[in-house]
């Protein structure tokens, strides 16, 4: 297999590239990167050593084969783009080999589809996989983006729902509206264009977009992290200064990101300063990032632990009615309503390596992870019942005035056309109304 024989393999994995951009390098990049190495190996080789060969040095897209004599086999290891799509054992067990003949080299045994992707039958089936956790994440995002604009409209039209709770959720509804926007962000100027072309950038707009999306990423976990203390505060304490504490909750909830992500972008800039810095080759650097993640999301799942002994202590205190069953059915509602506000769900690969179960975490957390915009904004504000008769009372009251609109209208037309205020008018007549139904049953009363 030549370099253009590998051609419709690689195209087939650069569909692949932004999918996993948001935790892996992207597999362009992988590529771009694998190529520089290639380069620079056979830059700095004496090029009177190839007369010694009868292979040179050859790039085939995928892999780099270094020089071997006539009749020599070469066997490398897979070529790195497979390490993300295939577990680390079946990686590493992988191997590709060429024989130096008098005509160059061979072609590749066993193919780069058998040796390498196995598990897959074929590069395909892997691109499909990829392109629907696409497709997935890009549903979720947009579904969660348009539902939680929808209740933070309903959220700020009415004011008696201004409390120091709903005010709690609609921040968290805005850091999950910033994490939707950037995610489509960051995927539009990284990969306008199926090239490989940004591995390489180094303008400011396109690390400004990163640093933009880590801060909103930071941002939506230390607000589920708010939720969680607020409300177990709210349970333990008796007397809890809720708009005190609010001031705080915003400090660590916009601040704590604010100071994490300046931390994390002075040390890129004067340690890793590569590319646009949406790889994170320097472990430790990443870990100012990841370190705050991953201690909000433990201090939550306490918090959690916590918080479902209090109800059960609550549901089992003989002050409140119901039998047994009863009491676990609502422990349950409670429990299932606390793992979106709180983000429980992140627990189950927060501490296991990137390399593991890598199918899996695309879709826990690029395919439901996205969804969880939607499910907080259906939970805690479309089925809140206090949100449900506020817009039930409008309603009524809207349906009332313009019953009355339309009967004014027809009755006096004279008056619905002369100069006086329309709204006036109607409340005026609400009011006359009021009266005489107070009128009426006041003289019914007695005679009853």
């Known amino acids: 297999m030549s370099a253009a024989n ?30 520089e190495k290639c380069m620079e190996m056979i830059a700095s080789e ?56 008098d005509f160059g080299w061979s ?21 499909v996989y990829f392109v629907s956790v696409k497709a997935l994440y890009t549903v ?51 990969y306008a264009q199926e090239d490989s072309e940004h591995c390489f950038i180094h303008t400011l707009e396109c690390r400004a977009v990163m640093i933009f999306f880590h801060y909103c990423v930071l941002s939506n976990y230390f607000w589920l992290f708010i939720e969680g203390l607020y409300l177990f505060t709210l349970l333990v304490e008796t007397f809890f200064p809720e708009k005190r504490y609010f001031y705080w909750y915003i400090i660590i909830g916009w601040g704590t990101p604010t100071v994490c992500v300046t931390i994390w972008a002075v040390l890129r800039l004067h340690f890793d300063d590569a590319g646009c810095w949406d790889t994170n080759d320097n ?25 479902i002994i209090i109800l059960v202590q609550k549901l089992q205190s003989p002050d409140i009615g119901g039998n047994e069953s009863s009491i676990y059915l609502r422990l349950a509602r409670s429990t299932l309503l606390l793992i ?19 199918r899996e975490r695309l879709v826990f957390e690029l395919g439901l992870g996205s969804f969880q915009g939607f499910v907080v904004a259906v939970l805690y504000c479309f089925l809140n019942g206090e949100v449900q008769s506020e817009i039930k009372r409008k309603w009524r009251s809207w349906t009332v005035n313009r ?22 008018q109607l409340s005026i007549l609400s009011k006359s109304s009021s009266q005489i139904r107070m009128s009426s049953l006041q003289a019914e009363t007695p005679a009853t």
Not at 283 to 307: D, T
């Open 46 to 101: 004496d090029p009177g050593n190839d007369q010694d060969f009868g292979c040179p040095w050859m790039w085939d897209n995928l892999t780099c084969w270094h020089p071997a004599r006539v009749g020599e086999v070469v066997e490398v290891n897979c070529p790195e783009i497979f390490s993300q799509f295939i577990s680390e054992e079946d990686y590493e067990l992988g191997k590709v080999s060429r024989n130096c003949t």
């Open 283 to 307: 472990a430790a650097i990443w870990w100012v990032i990841k370190g705050p993640v991953l201690a909000s999301i433990m201090i939550n799942f306490v918090l959690f632990i916590g918080i």
């Open 403 to 424: 019953y009355f609109a339309v009967d004014l209208k027809h009755r006096h037309p004279s008056l619905a056309s002369s100069g006086v205020n329309g709204g006036t």
């Open 140 to 190: 979720g995002y947009s579904t969660s983006l348009v539902s939680l604009t929808t209740a933070m409209v309903i959220l700020c039209r009415f004011r008696k729902l201004h409390c120091t709770r709903n005010f709690i959720h609609m921040n968290l509804f805005v850091s999950f509206i910033l994490r939707a926007i950037s995610v489509f962000i960051k995927d539009g100027v990284l």
């Open 340 to 358: 979106p506000l709180f983000g429980i769900h992140y627990t189950v690969f927060a501490f296991s390596p990137e390399n593991v179960s890598k």
């Open 6 to 35: 590998v051609s419709p393999l690689l195209l087939a994995l650069l569909l692949l590239l932004p999918l996993v951009s948001s935790q892996h390098v992207p597999s362009n990049c992988v590529i771009k990167r694998e190529e």
């Open 107 to 127: 072609e590749p045994f066993p193919h780069y589809v058998d040796a390498c992707l196995y598990e897959e039958e074929g590069s395909n089936h892997t691109g």
